[in-house]
Nanobody, 124 residues
């Protein structure tokens, strides 16, 4: 069973930047989609950004223009560059990966694999 391992979370002031990384424990896996969801305290998990193998990207409305997702297919790794961070970006960020990659699964939060999550805290 492949595992997804996130890194790069932490505490940052509003307006700052963070870069999250997520790597599959077995780099030979070639996922159709990889991406990030997040969950703030008391809120439902929401889509942050997802990228397909061909490079097509999807972003949540609240992060569009501030966050950039990218991936290294050879290493089964996905990155999330987060700029102009706001306190409302605070939450646990979960990496995900899927072999199917349908639009329905992307926006329904249905993925084959999930990481354990990494905390991002943005102070005002």
């Amino acid at each position: 069973q492949v595992q997804l391992v996130e890194s790069g979370g932490g505490l940052v002031q509003a307006g700052g930047s963070l870069r999250l990384s997520c790597a599959a424990s077995d780099s030979s896996f070639n996922f159709n989609t990889m991406g990030w969801y997040r969950q703030a305290p008391g809120k439902q998990r929401e889509l942050v950004a997802v990228i397909r193998g061909g490079g097509i990207t999807y972003y949540g409305v609240s992060v569009k223009g501030r966050f950039t997702i990218s991936r290294d297919n050879a290493k089964s790794t996905v990155f999330l560059q987060m700029n102009s961070l706001k306190p409302e970006d605070t939450g646990v960020y979960y990496c995900n990966a899927d072999n199917n990659g349908s639009v329905y699964r992307i926006f329904s939060g249905i993925y084959d694999f999930w990481g354990q999550g990494t905390q991002v805290t943005v102070s005002s």
